[in-house]
């Protein structure tokens, strides 16, 4: 009988968890072009391009699709990714925050998105501002996009500032 319980509480955790996820979950401008992902009813989007009129548009339920999320925290750092995959094409949403010591110098906070073909990277993207992963909304019930991606992603290196 307790299992019964046990299993009918998650059940409701799980629905009422995906029902409460609706928003914007991640915004930020890569030159000209804008990267979003939001989530409503249960579904995950992803849009890459002009803003209005996007080049790429991706969507997922958040559980039993095509996208995986990892979220890595560390003592002063975290790193939060979201995969998509489309056919051979993998398009990783990433957020990378450190503060190697308690005066914050040295702090880091970028983000952009990577895109494999084949498992091959054949393309990255940083934003130019932005980028943070609204915490809000709960992805705890979706796939764990994997060890392999969260050490790429722990080991990708800042973006250089533009020469003024």
Known sequence: MP???????VTIGAFFGIAQAKG???YCQIGQKHLSLTVSDGQLKYEYGPEG???????SPLTGGT??????????????MLRFQRGNYSYVVF???????????????????LVFK???EISRRFCNDGGVFETEIDLSMMPDAGDKL????????EPKAADD
């Not at 299992?3 to 509480?9: E, G, N, P, Q, S």
């Not at 996208?67 to 939060?80: F, P």
């Open 95 to 113: 957020n990378i925050w450190s503060a190697p010591n308690s005066d914050m110098t040295g702090a880091r906070d970028f983000s952009g998105v």
């Open 53 to 59: 009129a996007p080049e790429l548009t991706l969507e």
């Open 118 to 120: 084949a498992g091959k």
């Open 67 to 80: 996208a995986s999320w990892r979220y890595d925290l560390y003592n002063r750092a975290e790193n939060k």
């Open 3 to 9: 299992r019964v319980i046990l299993l009918a509480m």
């Open 24 to 26: 914007d979950l991640f």
């Open 150 to 157: 969260s050490e790429l992603i722990a080991n990708i290196e």
